[in-house]
Every structure is written in structure tokens, then in C-alpha cells.
């Protein structure tokens, strides 16, 4: 399948920057002042997986390789961007080529860290930016209203029914509302894709906090009661993270981490929970590939049949797909070798009709 990617958006002197940096262990230029990051940056990201070492264990296999995911570090995003001002109008072009909108918001205080509206209030900042993703959209349906209009005159029955769908968008788009909220079937979702609209696309917010200073959660204040209410009404994923901490683990080895963490307070990487979730709200999930040569997690849609998880090796095993060998995770972990999940009967054959299950050991045959 094609890479998907998360674009990590903000107002300036979030933290976004920051973020990526402990994301991809990568070092992108950081400043405390709006626009140090003009280019996007991206990086691809394993997706943290613990049952790959397991499998790597029980198949004795010379090489591990995860899940990826792309993200994409854009540049901060200030009020009037849907009408050019600032880069808004590459910062638009940059977010529109990803798949999800990671969201961050500051929910720290901190006087050496200047915040561009002069105050700390993430629900403003989520305001902000929503409504300059909204703007643009709404602009994007008038133009493609006006485009129908002839075939509107004419009386074409198609142009009627996507007219009648714009308008009643239109009308969501300017009430404030995201139009991934908008209630419409499959077949109007499909229309509205089309479009390529900001605000139809998968969002995952975060919540950056910063060891040893005012976080709204520790405080329980108010702007954060806040922000959980519109998480909750909105139905909205998020997850909390320290950047700046993550961003100075990042060089450290796994067990240092979390040694590192438990000294701070902190019960596990904010970092690895946010590439899961990225991961998990693009409706992705891995099963798995394992041999003395190599134990592999490989990225496909939830749902996807055989033949379409086959495709995501080599197109052979779509086209030409016979049957596959197939064993769960937590039998193929709890037995200990494929021969004796074998003679348990726990490894099954599998058609081209079989939902593959995340977490899947599978071994194609093709013809």
C-alpha cells in the first residue's frame, strides 16, 4: 500500500518541532520565534511493536523490521492563513498531502517561551487553527458549486444531488463545524473526498507539557476541563506528551528511557503512545512475516482480505494468490515454534475471502 503520513501542525512555539525531534531522532533547526521551520521535514517513524521481538526470538531471524509511518514536520500556522497571510498558503498546500492532522497544543506555562497570542489557552489555539482549515474549505466548495452551475441549468440529475450536498456542507463549513463531522452516507463521503478537504481528513490532537512547569492537567485548571470537554463532544483522540523531555531521552537506549521517565514521574513514552494512535486512526493495523531470514511487520487497512494484505509484499501475491498459512500472535507466542502450532491445529489455511486479524503470522502461496 502507498505510505501514509501525519502532518504535525500548531500555532508557533508549541512545540512541534520539538515533537518531531523526539519522534524521528532526527535534529531539524529549532528557534523560539514563528517560521524557523519553512520546509517541512519529514521523517519515517517505526511504529513500536513489542510482538516483533517475540517473533524474531522464536524464529531465530538475523533482521527485525517494523511498521513505518511518515510524519511531517509544517511550518507554524498564524491566524489568516486561509487568506495568505504568513506561509499559509504552503502550510495549507503541505497539510492537504497528508493523511492525518496531528494536532499539537500547549498546555504548559511558561514565561521564557513566548506563545504567539501572548496566553496560554489551547482551546483558543485548537479555534484558531480548525477555523482556518474550515475557511479554506468553505472556499474549495463555493468554487466547486460555481463549476456546476451549467450542468445545474441543464437540470443533470448528478449535479443536482452533488449541489444539494455542497449547499448543505457549505452550511456546516460556516457554522464552525469540522466537515469530517458532517452525518452523510458512504456514497456522499466519497463525494466529498473528492474534494480533497482539509477538515474531512482523520485529526489526533496533542497535548505538550513540560516537566517541572504549570501543566494545566497536573493543575486541573480550568483551559483544561475545558479541553476535555471538547475532546469528548467531538468524539476526538488525544494523547499527552512531553516533548521537550522526549526530544532529550531520544539519544538514550530504551531501558535508560525508562529509567530516565520513572525519575520524572512520567509511566511511559507520550512518544511511542502518539505513533500508535497516529497509526491506529489512519484504520491501519500489522500482521506479520517471520523466517530465519527476517521477522517483518507489514502495514495494511483494517479489514483488508488476503489477497489485499498479500498485495502489501508484492502484487504477485494479489493477483496470483492461492491460499495462506495463518497463525495468531498469542498462539504462535504462547506455543513457541510453527511446527508445534502445526501439530496443535492451531495454524490454519485460509482463502481469498479470510479478513486478515491484526497481529497475524501469515505465509502466502501463490501460483
Not at 52 to 58: K, S
Not at 146 to 168: H, I, M, P, Y
Not at 193 to 214: A, E, H, I, P, T
Amino acid at each position: 500500500m502507498s505510505k501514509l503520513s501525519a502532518g504535525i501542525v500548531g500555532l508557533p512555539n508549541v512545540g512541534k518541532s520539538t515533537l518531531f525531534n523526539a519522534l524521528t531522532k532526527n535534529t531539524v533547526e529549532m528557534a523560539n520565534y514563528p517560521f524557523c521551520t519553512i520546509d517541512p521535514t519529514v521523517g519515517v517513524v517505526p511504529v513500536p511493536d513489542g510482538r516483533l521481538a517475540r517473533l524474531t526470538e522464536i524464529s531465530s531471524s538475523e533482521e527485525t523490521l517494523p511498521a513505518v509511518m511518515e510524519f511531517v514536520d509544517i511550518a507554524g500556522l498564524v491566524k489568516g492563513a486561509s487568506a495568505g497571510e504568513g506561509l499559509g498558503n504552503k502550510f495549507l498546500a503541505n497539510i492537504r498531502e497528508t493523511d492525518l492532522i496531528v494536532e499539537v497544543v500547549r498546555i504548559f506555562e511558561d514565561s521564557d517561551i513566548h506563545h504567539v497570542s501572548g496566553t496560554i489557552d489551547p482551546m483558543g489555539d485548537i479555534e484558531t487553527i480548525n477555523l482556518e482549515l474550515i475557511l479554506a474549505d468553505t472556499e474549495t466548495v463555493s468554487k466547486r458549486l460555481l463549476s456546476l452551475e451549467k450542468d445545474v441549468k441543464r437540470g443533470d440529475k448528478t449535479a443536482l444531488q452533488e449541489k444539494a450536498l455542497l449547499e448543505q456542507l457549505s452550511q456546516h463549513l460556516q457554522s464552525g463545524q469540522l466537515a469530517n463531522s458532517l452525518d452523510v452516507s458512504d456514497e456522499e463521503k466519497k463525494l466529498i473526498r473528492s474534494l480533497s478537504l482539509l477538515s474531512m481528513k482523520q485529526f489526533l490532537y496533542v497535548c505538550n507539557k513540560k516537566q517541572d512547569g504549570y501543566n494545566l492537567d497536573d493543575q486541573n485548571d480550568d483551559r483544561w476541563q475545558e479541553l476535555v470537554n471538547f475532546f469528548e463532544q467531538s468524539k476526538s483522540e488525544y494523547v499527552v506528551v512531553d516533548a521537550g523531555m522526549e526530544h532529550e531521552l531520544k539519544d538514550l537506549e530504551e531501558g535508560e528511557k525508562n529509567e530516565f521517565r520513572r525519575e520524572y514521574g512520567a509511566q511511559d513514552s507520550g512518544v511511542e503512545a502518539l505513533i500508535r494512535s497516529a497509526y491506529n486512526r489512519l484504520g491501519l493495523m500489522s500482521y506479520f512475516t517471520t523466517g530465519e531470514k527476517e521477522t517483518r511487520a507489514w502495514t495494511v487497512p483494517i479489514g483488508s482480505t488476503g489477497p489485499e494484505a498479500g498485495a502489501a509484499i508484492h502484487t504477485d501475491f494479489q493477483t496470483k494468490y492461492i491460499r495462506a498459512q495463518v497463525i495468531s500472535f498469542d498462539d504462535l507466542a504462547a506455543i513457541g515454534s510453527k511446527a508445534a502450532a502445526r501439530d496443535q491445529g492451531k495454524l490454519r489455511t485460509e482463502g481469498k475471502e479470510y479478513i486478515v486479524q491484526d497481529g497475524d503470522v501469515i505465509e502466502f502461496m501463490h501460483s
